[in-house]
């Protein structure tokens, strides 16, 4: 007899348990209102004991969590893939390039990002300070390439993000880099290449991990009942990471802009703001400038030489100092008031130093290209005295400001000559100090160890027979 009560009793509370459950499904089916169902989805996930019951299949769910389910990567996606050393160096930043610095680093590869720590992550996450993270690259939409041409190193290759970050990452170890290289890449490969669709992936993940089904719900209704006008707001501020296309776009655009709209060098002459050059302008050019046949620089240096240099060793040979030198010519380009007994240069090789550096900027030589043939062919004459008389009617051919410039300057270094027990310079020595530097082919490749010795050649012999090629001349 008390077997059958205590079966009564299973039985009766078996059928309880199912009326029950019917009363959940029935509930279910009834309700209309969202109040409704988001109090039914919550007494549908969680019972009593903390349980999760899995949905049954055929009864619609609340659509968010479908949308969630789609959309949003399972957790062990997001899961380390791999970790070690490697060796990284950061080469742009948002497009403006950075010196590369290599340095050790740990590397944590996700399914989405790459994490770089000055050590192991553990170590790293145990001794880092409140608020700081660690530098991160996100891989949606990142290209990975080997980069042989970016280094010296061996087994380097390069990523490059949609925002503009470069980064190298090389190990000596060929598997170890082998290996990296193809899991970054296959990372890369599985994510999508639209980086606005990954950054509304993302939002929809922060919104599972929260345990608000109030904001699940608010979100599944800004998706799929606001206004279209509303829904272009919120896609915009999903869509946020793709503004950094949009503003270089607009940086190029004002940077052609203002390229096209600035003025013509000649208008910056004439509004003074670009002065005439002396250094790299042609001969011709600045003599009509000065109003003369010699640039008054050439005269000036001649007579600060003459002045205190004629016994100097090494005139013309030795170099001056080039920092010197470059200021020196920086304000002679400036149109400056020149006085080369000034303190700063009364080291007489730096202007003996800028004078060879005028020539030698000259677009067309002392000796004009057209005329170069014939001077050597005029040089390789056996007759001693045709040979004179044939470079001398070369040099009555020339334009004047070549020809009295050559007179000047050739004067000046007989003068430098005749102090030879001095200074140690001979006629040989200023010929191949001069020779290459007043005479030289246009374009000149393949001949120019055989020209040099006809280029020296030419100035010495202008040097050591001046009085017979200049002396008829009228001064």
Not at 71 to 77: A, K, M
Not at 332 to 357: C, F, P, R
Request: net charge positive; aromatic share 6%.
């Amino acid at each position: 007899m008390q077997k059958s009560t205590n079966s009564d009793a299973s039985v009766d509370t078996l059928n309880s348990t199912r009326q029950g459950t019917g009363a959940v499904q029935m509930r279910i089916k009834n309700a209309n209102s969202h109040h409704d169902r988001l109090s039914q989805s919550k007494s549908m996930i969680l019972t009593d004991v903390g349980k999760v019951i899995e949905p049954i299949s055929r009864h619609r769910r609340n659509h968010s969590q479908h949308v969630l389910k789609d959309v949003i990567p399972p957790l062990e996606q997001l899961m380390v893939e791999k970790e070690g050393y490697l060796q990284k160096a950061k080469i742009a930043d948002g497009g403006k390039k950075l010196r590369k610095n290599w340095s050790t680093s740990w590397i944590v590869l996700s399914s989405r990002k790459i994490e770089f720590y000055k050590e192991s992550k553990q170590q790293a996450l145990a001794n880092m300070k409140t608020g700081h993270k660690p530098e991160s690259v996100d891989l949606c939409g990142a290209h990975i390439e080997w980069a042989k041409e970016k280094s010296s190193r061996k087994n380097v290759f390069q990523i490059t993000t949609v925002s503009g970050n470069e980064f190298l990452l090389q190990s000596d170890i060929d598997f170890i880099i082998l290996d990296w290289f193809h899991a970054i890449k296959n990372a890369i490969d599985r994510l999508p290449k639209d980086p606005s669709g990954s950054s509304r992936n993302l939002e929809l993940f922060k919104i599972q991990r929260s345990s608000s089904t109030e904001l699940l719900s608010h979100y599944d209704n800004d998706i799929k009942e606001q206004k279209p006008e509303h829904r272009k707001s919120l896609m915009f501020r999903l869509h946020h990471s793709a503004s950094d296309t949009s503003d270089k776009n607009r940086v190029k655009s004002r940077l052609k802009k203002f390229i096209t709209r600035r003025p013509s060098l000649k208008t910056l002459q004439e509004k003074g703001l670009i002065k005439d050059q002396i250094f790299g302008s042609h001969l011709h050019t600045v003599c009509e400038r000065e109003n003369s046949t010699v640039p008054r620089f050439v005269k000036q240096c001649i007579e600060a030489v003459e002045k205190r240099g004629l016994d100097v060793d090494g005139i013309y040979r030795v170099s001056g100092n080039l920092a010197t030198i470059q200021k020196l010519r920086f304000i002679v380009n400036q149109e400056e008031k020149l006085n080369l007994d000034d303190s700063q240069w009364e080291d007489i090789h730096v202007v003996t130093g800028a004078l060879k550096m005028f020539f030698r900027e000259l677009p067309e030589p002392l000796f004009p290209y057209s005329f170069f043939e014939r001077f050597v062919e005029a040089i390789k004459k056996q007759d001693y005295n045709t040979r004179i008389e044939t470079i001398k009617s070369l040099v009555q051919k020339l334009p004047l400001p070549n020809r009295d410039t050559m007179k000047i300057l050739f004067g000046h270094l007989t003068k430098i000559v005749a102090k030879a027990s001095k200074n140690l310079m001979s006629t040989q020595s200023l010929g191949i100090v001069f020779g290459p530097t007043l005479l030289r082919a246009e374009g000149e490749m393949g001949n120019m160890a055989v020209h040099m010795v006809y280029q020296n050649q030419i100035a010495e012999l202008m040097l050591s027979e001046y009085n017979k090629i200049f002396g008829s001349e009228e001064d």
